[in-house]
């Protein structure tokens, strides 16, 4: 997780220790309660610096449903966080090839990287696998652009 996801997750889990306490748990039941909604959430307990994205999202959902449970917007929210995180690391790995390319050449080209690095077509990706074409191109684009002088 990133340091904000990790400042988000436990700001969210501050806030569930408080509804769950509420609900009549003990103190000493907390950090027990934590690892179950982990199991709710992922079928098994992860470490939370372990969280993939989807993961974090699926704690970050149950936690919010102990603190919000009648905003449904949040949970629709948290449901489409994978297909927007998708989305938006599609559109960068779009405008970093469109620097390598010409203008015909970016859709073909993350074809190709599609097939090279991961074996399956461009629109067939994952998130992760979209984020490591990303991480490729970056360093594809830093290698073109020219040094400053020092």
């Keep these: 997780m990133s340091p904000l996801q990790t400042r988000l997750y436990w700001r969210e889990w501050a806030a569930c220790k408080k509804a769950l306490r509420r609900h ?8 027990p309660q934590r690892h179950r909604i982990h199991i709710e959430a992922l079928g098994t307990d992860v470490s939370s610096k372990a969280l993939t994205n989807a993961q974090f999202d699926a704690v970050l959902s149950v936690f ?45 080209y993350l074809e190709s990287l599609a097939q090279r690095i991961c074996g399956r077509s461009w629109e067939r990706l994952a998130e992760t696998e979209v984020a490591k074409i990303c991480g490729v191109l970056v360093a594809q684009v830093k290698r073109q652009r020219p040094r400053a002088p020092a």
């Design 24 to 31: 009549g748990y003990a103190g000493d039941e907390l950090e």
């Design 64 to 108: 919010r449903a102990y603190t919000r449970p009648a905003d449904l917007a949040e949970q629709l929210r948290i449901i489409d966080q994978p297909e927007q995180r998708l989305a938006a690391y599609r559109d960068r790995a779009t405008k970093l090839a469109a620097e390598i390319c010409d203008v015909r050449g970016p859709a073909a």
